[in-house]
């Protein structure tokens, strides 16, 4: 019998009803063969029987597949607490009990456990988002600290709302423009993107780290804000922009080699000093020609190292 071409195609479902008229009331085999008519050469040659179910129903009037099973025969009846077994049933009964009682105490622990681990992490969660809450006040309480700190308000009226006219360049951390405050003080206002990969620590961390630095070859830090999801830094202005806009597709006069050679010398020593300098020593990088700003007497300073 060729399945396959019998149902139409591979996948397909059919089934068969057969009637066998037995003979005699001994055991008898059935055999079944499916498989492809290899005479009609298909193209599926070489398939296999997967699965077959075979349903028997045994008539004793008729002697034939045609019937229903005769009833079962009754079981004997057994004695539940047979004799010489004292308490048997009492003991099969505690079993169950037992393995019940263990399955609960197991639950019981392990639901103990989760609650007690829940309650620490959110015990430890909480210091820690009160450490964040508390960490601005505390970090620029001392009178030594060199940070300022400004208020939203101020920084958009020192860049006019942040006015794309005072763009001075976009970077992964967020947008630089050019700004004023203090009623004449030219600044670069860096605001953070949202999108960017920067957290609330790691800004606390440049604020904490820059706020103690000073060097005549590093640009300083002036002054932060971190309100209303904003995170601002306010440092000083480079008048001459970046060395890249110096040396690179630019319209601007070349610049001399003693010059160029005044630049490398005041990056290097920038570096320097963020590697020796520092009570913790500082690793920038990211030296390029874009991250090296010139002052308006083309000194070179160094920006933008990255915190983690």
């Known amino acids: 019998m060729d399945v396959i071409r019998w149902s139409g195609g591979i996948g397909m479902a059919t089934y068969a009803d057969y009637l066998i008229v037995t003979v005699g009331s001994g055991q008898m085999d059935l055999w079944v063969a499916l498989h492809p008519d290899l005479s009609s050469k298909p193209q599926y040659y070489d398939a296999i029987l997967n699965g077959l179910e075979v349903f028997k129903l045994w008539d004793i009037g008729k002697k034939n597949l045609a019937g229903l099973n005769p009833p079962l025969p009754p079981q004997p009846k057994t004695d539940v607490n047979p004799k010489g077994v004292s308490g048997g049933g009492k003991l099969k009964a505690a079993v169950p009990a037992a393995i019940c009682a263990v399955v609960v105490l197991i639950t019981a622990c392990f639901c103990v456990c989760i ?27 001392s009178p030594s600290n060199l940070c300022r700190n400004f208020t939203f308000h101020e920084m958009q009226i020192a860049t006019s709302s942040f006015d794309e006219t005072l763009l001075l360049g976009r970077g992964g951390f967020g947008d630089v423009y050019r700004g004023e405050i203090d009623n004449g003080t030219t600044v670069a206002i860096k605001r953070s993107n949202p999108l960017s990969l920067q957290g609330v620590r790691e800004f606390q ?8 630095v000073r060097h005549g070859h590093l640009v300083s830090l002036i002054g932060y804000c971190q309100e209303k999801n904003e995170m601002i830094l306010v440092y000083e202005y480079m008048a001459r922009g970046t060395l890249r806009e110096h040396l690179y597709s630019t ?30 020593t500082i690793i920038h990088r990211d030296v390029k020609t874009a991250n090296i700003l010139l002052d308006d007497k083309c000194h070179a300073r160094n920006f933008y190292p990255k915190f983690q």
């Open 115 to 141: 609650i007690c681990r829940r309650k620490k992490v959110a015990k430890h969660s909480g210091k820690t988002d009160k450490k964040c809450l508390t960490y601005q006040t505390e970090l620029y309480k």
């Open 205 to 212: 961390t440049e604020i904490e780290t820059l706020s103690k």
């Open 251 to 280: 319209k601007r006069p070349p610049l001399p080699w003693k010059e160029r050679l005044k630049i490398c010398i005041g990056a290097a020593r920038g570096l320097y000093y963020l590697h020796t300098g520092p009570k913790e």
